[in-house]
Nanobody, 115 residues
Framework: QVQLTESGGGLVQPGGSLTLSCAASGTMFTIYGLGWYRQAPGKQRELVAIMFSGGNANYADSVKDRFTISRDIDRNTVSLQMDSLNPEDTSVYYC?????????WGQGTQVTVSS
């Protein structure tokens, strides 16, 4: 089993920045993908950004120029630096881990972008 612990959510004004962090624990198996999904009310859950163990990262087109994902392999952590936030970024953000044994989700952290 993999436990994912998220932090960093909150309220921010449009144009502001926020950093999300996630720590994975509970397994010695390699986590191939570690990143973030988000789901806004009434909408589908979507991939925001993910970084694989080899260092490659994928981003949603809507955040590609504004968000930056980073991963510390030794500490099994991942961070998402979010800049130029807009109200469309308002969502619950879920840490996500993928390995050969399964998929794992954090409990979610709320990000609200509003004046």
């Amino acid at each position: 089993q993999v436990q994912l612990t998220e932090s960093g959510g909150g309220l921010v004004q449009p144009g502001g920045s926020l950093t999300l962090s996630c720590a994975a624990s509970g397994t010695m198996f390699t986590i191939y993908g570690l990143g973030w999904y988000r789901q806004a009310p009434g909408k589908q859950r979507e991939l925001v950004a993910i970084m694989f163990s080899g260092g490659n990262a994928n981003y949603a087109d809507s955040v590609k120029d504004r968000f930056t994902i980073s991963r510390d392999i030794d500490r099994n952590t991942v961070s998402l630096q979010m800049d130029s936030l807009n109200p469309e970024d308002t969502s619950v953000y879920y840490c996500y881990a993928e390995r050969s044994g399964g998929l794992y989700w954090g409990q979610g952290t709320q990000v609200t972008v509003s004046s």
